[in-house]
Every structure is written in C-alpha cells, then in structure tokens.
C-alpha cells in the first residue's frame, strides 16, 4: 500500500514538533503531532506502510513503529487528509491499550486533534433577553427566539438571528 | 435595499473602525446621541459618503391613533436585523452587529474571541465564547491590578501583538437581564493604550467549587483552541492561521477548570511572571 496525502484545498503550516492544517472544504482545522504528521509528509505515493514504520523508529524512535504507522494511516483516512483512492490500511487494528503495551500509546493519542471552525456569526455576543432568546444567543430547533429572529445555523452552531 | 431608502432619513454618521468604513443612518435625529455607546473602540468619524457597511434604524414608537405603536426596526445593509418595541433592544442589536463586523472584516488585524489584561509589559490572552465568564474574570483580573485591554476581543496585529479593544466592560449580574456597563477605571483598573506582547494564554471554564489545575498545551494545540475563538477563521483561514502560529510559538498556554475569578486571578498572575 502506497498512500497518497491529499494536497488540494488545503493551508498547511508547520511547527517543529507539529504541523497544522485547515481544510477548506470542511472548514475543519487540524493538528497532526509528529508521529502523524511525518506519516502525512512522506505520503507521497512511493512509500510503503513498512518504509514509514522505520521512518518513524528512526526519526522519532518509536518502537511501535508500524502499529502507529496503521493507526496514524487511519486518523488521516478519517480526517479526509489522504487521497480517496489510499485504501484503510490492511492489517490488525490496535486499541489504545494494545498500543500501550506496545510502548506508542503517547504518541498514538494524539495523533490527530480536529476542531470545525465556528461560522462568525457563532462568535457574536448574545444579547440577552427576558421572555425570549435573544440575537446571537445558542438555541435549538424550536427554542423561542425573541420577536424577527429565527433559530439558524450549520451542524451545532445555530444562534438566533 | 431600495425600499429602505425610500424610508426616509433625518440623520446619520458614518466614521472609520479598523479600516472600514461604516455609516448608520435614523429616521429621528434625537436617536443620534444614543448610538454613541454601540460603536466599536478605534471609532473615528468621518465625512465619507460612501461605506463599506450602512445600518438603518427605524425608532418607532408611539403613533398619533391611540393603542397603536410602531416597532423600532434595524436594518444591516438590506437584511433586518431587529424588529422590537424596545428602543435599547435596537442598540444592544446595532452593537453586537457592527462589532462581529468590524472583527470578521478588519484590515490587518486577527480577532480572537477573549479577555484580554495586561500584566508586567505583556498580555494574558483568556479566550472563551458569550457567557462563560471572560468579563467577570477580567474585572477580578483588574480588581487585582491588571490592565484592561479587552473583554471581547483579543486584537492581534502581523507581529503577534495585542492590541486595546477597550470598550466598557460588560457585566452580568445575577437578576438582571442586561448587562451592566462599568468603565475599567470604575473597578479600580487602568486602560491600556499601547499594543502587548502576549505573556500568556489561559482556556478557563467556570465549574462550582472548581479547582485550577492547568496542564500546558503545544503550540499547535495552542493555535487549535485560538481558532475555535476566532471570527475570521473561515474568511481568511492562512492569516488568522500565520498570527497565531506565531503567538502560540512565542507564549505558553494553559488549559483548566476554575472556581471563583478572584481566586482564578491571583493564580493567572503568579503564573504570567514565571518564566
């Protein structure tokens, strides 16, 4: 398995020991530690699953190399951060106990964070109200929101406005 | 918009924050003198006929039939924004508007969505959304002989300085609806006039009997969090990534639980001085 990081639509910026990386399409932003963000670099189409398992032992001195290597695969799989066509890798999935056995469980719980950017209006001071809820206040479909407003918004973000 | 305009207006302004240009028009001059306290800090009036933002409001209000009344209405551009029969529900609309305007579209400048003092020449950044407490523990932080710089926004410029957004602070007491308004000066706190370099970042949430017990975040964890608070991030996600990239990298940051902001803030101080 030759995996291939996805690089369209992408702001990648790197730390030393991290790189982050907003998706434009998902207004998703994420941060990759350096096991998974090794991984994601050398994604490329010409590494194997193997030849990244030793990059990681020899570059981040990760003994669980190939474990981390599947699991970090995975994470990136998820966060729609490698090519569709780079299949999940083949292969034992290991648990966060497995991998502390295997001494990678640090390395492996943080593999990849993720957070949906908040839309602006998600970021307005609520103007609170008595009898109702008021503009820029959470709300749930069907909560009261006060007189010419409507409760709006995409997935949890939905404010009164 | 052209059924607006034929409304028929008495008066109006229009000024510069933050390099746009914003004009508010009215349909009664005497509502002019009001609209004082809803515009952004940086405010700078100006003669330009042309704006990048024009906000309408209609002050309704009592009509010559007996048992009739008028809504007061706020329109931003050609969208209502407000329509209430409470005149001050127009302002708190008009003012909480134009401010998420002003830090989605200002020109070179990062909004981040926090409180913000100021402590031995650098900044204590304390981000957190509407309601969870930010005004409450700056006004503690003030109390205890900090600066005031913000409790709304944390202004960053291209160097990863911060910048005084230092409106009145807003304050929700229990029993009342609005907030009340207090000048910094009134909590026994100065306002800052120059820009910061950041000391510190602390992601707080209020819980009962709370105990603050921090852990550090990376850098890269550290620019996740910033994110999540800031207004422009999905209009100008390689900026706001850049500034605060470079705050993250250059300042510590801490993550908790807290209990009471007097407590919190004798605890946020002790820690800004380490080195």
């Known amino acids: ?161 | 918009m052209r059924k607006i305009d034929r409304l028929g207006w008495a008066a109006g302004l229009s000024g510069m924050a933050f390099g746009l240009r914003i004009g508010i028009r009215v349909n009664k001059p005497e509502v002019l003198d009001s609209l004082e306290s809803c515009l952004p800090p940086t405010w700078e009036p100006t003669s330009a006929p042309i704006v990048e933002r024009l906000y309408s409001v209609v002050a309704g209000g009592n009509a010559a039939r007996p048992n009739v009344r008028f809504y007061h209405l706020l329109y931003g551009g050609s969208a209502r924004l407000a329509r209430t029969l409470v005149l001050e529900d127009v302002f708190a609309a008009l003012e909480s508007d134009l401010q998420l305007y002003v830090a989605e579209y200002a020109r070179r400048r990062v909004f981040v969505h926090a409180g913000v003092v100021g402590w031995k020449g650098r900044a204590i950044i304390l981000p957190g959304r509407t309601f969870s407490g930010k005004s409450t523990l700056v006004a503690a932080l003030l109390r205890a002989g900090a600066t005031y710089y913000s409790d709304e926004y944390a202004v960053f410029d291209a160097q990863g300085r911060v910048h005084p957004y230092a409106r009145p602070l807003s304050l929700r007491t229990q029993g009342s609806v609005r907030p009340l308004r207090r000048r910094a000066e009134a909590l026994g706190g100065r306002t800052g006039r120059r820009p910061l370099p950041v000391g510190l970042i602390a992601l707080t949430g209020f819980r009962p009997h709370g105990r603050w017990r921090p852990r550090t975040l990376t850098p890269g964890r550290a620019v996740l969090e910033l994110l999540t608070h800031t207004v422009s991030v999905r209009r100008q996600p390689d900026v706001a990534m850049t500034r605060l990239q470079r705050v993250a990298e250059q300042t510590r940051t801490v993550k908790g639980i807290r209990g009471e902001a007097d407590e919190m803030a004798a605890a946020l101080l002790e820690r800004a001085e380490e080195k």
């Open chain 1, 1 to 161: 398995m030759f995996p291939v990081r996805r690089e369209e639509e992408l702001v990648v910026r790197h730390l030393p020991d991290e790189t982050l990386i907003y998706d434009l399409k998902r207004n998703k932003a994420h941060c990759l530690n350096s096991a998974a963000g090794l991984v994601w670099r050398h994604c490329d189409g010409q590494t194997s699953l193997s030849q990244l398992a030793k990059m990681l032992r020899e570059e981040l001195d990760i003994p669980a190399g190939e474990q981390v290597a599947r699991l970090a695969l995975d994470r990136l799989q998820k966060a729609k951060l490698l090519q569709p066509v780079a299949v999940a890798a083949e292969g034992p999935r290991y648990s966060r106990r497995e991998m502390a056995k295997l001494g990678g469980a640090a390395v492996a719980a943080s593999l990849v964070t993720t957070i949906l950017a908040r839309p602006a209006y998600a970021q307005a001071s609520c103007v609170a109200q008595p009898t109702c809820i008021g503009q820029g206040c959470a709300c749930n479909p069907g909560d009261h929101c006060c007189p010419g407003f409507q409760c709006t918004g995409v997935g949890n973000f939905k404010t009164c406005r």
